[in-house]
Nanobody, 126 residues
Framework: VQLQASGGGLVQAGGSLRLSCAASGSTFSRSAVGWFRQTPEKEREFVASISRGGGRTDYEDSVKGRFTLSRDDAKKMVYLQANSLKPEDTAVYYC????????????????????WGQGTLVTVSS
């Protein structure tokens, strides 16, 4: 699986963005996808994940109720709808794939993901 994130940009506080993660490869449908973000001041941190098949989603508390994940396996796409954006959401956002071959668990620890897309920068102005 190869991944490419897009959709970042500059938005005012309270605004919305839809980040996309485009995948290639035959194992995408068997993989969970996680979104992470990183700033120069912080280590890469978990934002949200969606399981294989899309039946389960998981959100970090600070984005719960504002961000929504979805996936379209036919198009090999995962979407992160980010609403009510705050300046503290400013970061480079990355998507990553986690093969769910023998497990139903989707980790939050970025070190457990080994397939990453390039980042997309989200800047939220106050």
């Amino acid at each position: 699986v190869q991944l490419q994130a897009s959709g970042g940009g500059l938005v005012q506080a309270g605004g919305s963005l839809r980040l996309s993660c485009a995948a290639s490869g035959s194992t995408f449908s068997r993989s969970a996808v996680g979104w992470f973000r990183q700033t120069p001041e912080k280590e890469r941190e978990f934002v949200a994940s969606i399981s294989r098949g899309g039946g389960r989603t998981d959100y970090e508390d600070s984005v719960k109720g504002r961000f929504t994940l979805s996936r379209d396996d036919a198009k090999k796409m995962v979407y992160l709808q980010a609403n009510s954006l705050k300046p503290e959401d400013t970061a480079v956002y990355y998507c990553a794939a986690y093969p769910m071959i023998l497990t139903a668990r989707v980790p939050r620890d970025p070190s457990e993901y080994h397939i990453w897309g390039q980042g997309t920068l989200v800047t939220v102005s106050s």
